[in-house]
């Protein structure tokens, strides 16, 4: 009896041991930060509480640079803005900074996403990929973007008529749905489509904890994916019975990004000219990635969009001014509806609200890359060791009194003004690594946010939130719950 006890205190005693060994790592280099738990490192509040309130709340206390720990493993958050543009821009972010954190699953498309993918492989999948985003390729999709801002307006239309609250994240879900569904596969989304589309971005507590904390080597036993696998499976397979319908029938004339990657896939007869090209599985993982990036993160910046010009109608006023003022010198008093998305680009206030929105509520909270060898951090006496995650707390930055005074004001005219310091303002990140898809959101934004005010006002609701609230999401991605307003139609 006494021997098994004892085996039993020996067992915890290694176990604690196991799971607290590295929990010093970072006090015995002078750096500061949270303290870590057993098993959880220091990540446990972050899925009880919205996580750009802790990552805000440790910036506060620890500073600009300061240790955390995934589980068991040290990682290091820099949120200094030179060495920022260190690790994100240039030759350092090529040469120990070009990956990010290793994706755990064992799903074939999500391992092949842009975003998963690694070193050389990831160099040349992003340079085939890339010109799909260029502005002679972007103008092919605009009519997709016109005709969906069509029942967009229509529904703004009856909710004015009504005077009956609006969801935004539901409205702007329905035209990014429509508008990314075309362009992406050329495909108009039926309810199944869209229940799909709403699956992907489900993560429950248990699945991101075990990302963070469960060795890869464990999770792949299980068959372990963080997206969920149902609507990964369902995308890959809708992906797949388009490109067999195009080889079939010949219909290889759509201006759509599938098209784009077909046109760039790996044959037999291109065999020998394989780096320059996609393998199926490749062109799969992208439509899927760029589909279900392309719908979550345009519907939330016109959402916060419209949200901020509810509460600010004075920005309104003057957004809505610049744009009269702009498309009546183009075209005069009688503004078509078929507008010139070059005119909107133009629009210096249009842009700068949405910059202001991004700022405000960027959807990502934080980014991070992966140290690929050992390197000594700017002018600190700090080793980042080969493998080391390293967060840039982006969502810290962009509401530091330091960087941007009145932080939590909404107020465009601060990027009207020249005075952003470099490494501060990273929505789509910065680098080779930065959001491949930012112009065709941008563009997609200004299209739909410019068509709603020539028409429409945003106005707050009595059930509007001031603030907004969030779920605890338990990863660095922001979480809105509703955010409703009202609509009235201009005179």
């Known amino acids: 009896m006494i021997l098994c006890v004892g085996l039993v205190l020996a067992c915890g005693f290694l176990w604690y041991w196991y799971l607290t060994k590295n929990h010093k790592y970072w006090a015995s280099r002078g750096v500061a930060g949270p303290q870590p738990l057993p098993i959880f490192g220091t990540y446990l509040c972050q899925f009880f509480t919205p996580f750009q309130d802790s990552e805000l709340e440790r910036y506060e206390k620890y500073g600009k640079i300061y240790g955390i720990y995934d589980g068991t493993q040290p990682g290091l958050i820099v949120g200094r803005p030179d060495l920022v543009r260190q690790i994100m821009v240039g030759q350092l972010a090529l040469d120990v900074f070009r990956n990010r954190r290793a994706v755990k699953t064992t799903h074939p498309v999500m391992a092949k996403f842009l975003s998963s993918l690694e070193d050389d492989t990831w160099k040349r999948v992003r340079s ?4 799909t985003f260029t502005s002679g390729k ?71 904890f075990l990302d963070y904390i469960v060795p890869m080597a464990v999770l792949e036993k299980f068959s372990f ?3 969920p696998k149902d609507p990964m499976t369902f995308f890959r397979e809708v992906t797949i019975r388009i490109i067999r319908h195009r080889r079939a029938t010949g219909e290889m004339h759509h201006q759509d990004f599938l098209q784009l990657l077909m046109d760039a896939e790996e044959t037999e007869e291109t065999g020998s000219d394989v780096k320059k090209k996609l393998t199926e599985e490749e062109i799969l993982a992208q ?30 006023d003057t957004a809505y001014e610049k744009i ?55 002018d600190t006496n700090i080793i980042i060791p080969k493998g080391m995650i390293v967060g840039i707390p982006v969502w810290a930055m962009h509401h530091s009194e330091e960087f941007y005074p009145d932080p939590w004001a909404f107020d465009p005219e601060r990027f009207l003004t020249g005075n952003i310091v470099p490494g501060t303002y990273l929505p789509f990140g910065d680098g080779p690594r930065n959001c491949i898809g930012s112009r065709f959101a941008l563009l997609e934004s200004r299209i739909a946010l410019a068509k709603i ?21 338990g990863r660095p991605l922001l979480g809105p719950k509703a955010i409703v307003v009202r609509v009235e139609e201009r005179n």
């Open 453 to 473: 005010l020539l028409k429409f006002k945003f106005v707050r609701s009595p059930t509007t939130k001031v603030p907004l609230e969030f779920f605890p999401t």
């Open 225 to 227: 994916t963080v997206l």
């Open 324 to 378: 009269i003022e702009a498309l009546q010198k183009k075209y005069g008093t009688e503004i078509p509806e078929e507008i010139d998305p070059e005119e909107l680009t133009k629009i210096k206030y249009l842009n700068a609200v949405l910059d202001e929105t991004l700022r405000l509520y960027n959807p990502v909270l934080r980014m991070e890359r992966r140290a690929s060898s050992d390197f000594q951090l700017g």
């Open 138 to 208: 972007l103008k092919r999709i605009i009519p997709c973007m016109t005709a969906a801002s069509g029942p967009l307006l229509a529904n703004l239309a009856a909710a004015a008529a009504n005077a009956s609250d609006l969801d935004l994240k539901a409205l702007f879900g329905a035209y990014t749905m429509d508008v990314i569904a075309h362009s992406a596969f050329a495909t108009t989304p039926d309810d199944v489509f869209v229940q799909q589309a709403s699956l992907l971005f489900t993560f429950p507590f248990w699945r991101k």
């Open 287 to 316: 439509s899927v990635l760029f589909f279900s990036v392309g719908f979550e993160t345009s519907s939330q910046l016109l959402a916060y969009a419209g949200y901020c010009l509810a509460l600010n109608p004075d920005v309104q």
């Open 128 to 131: 085939i990929t890339a010109p």
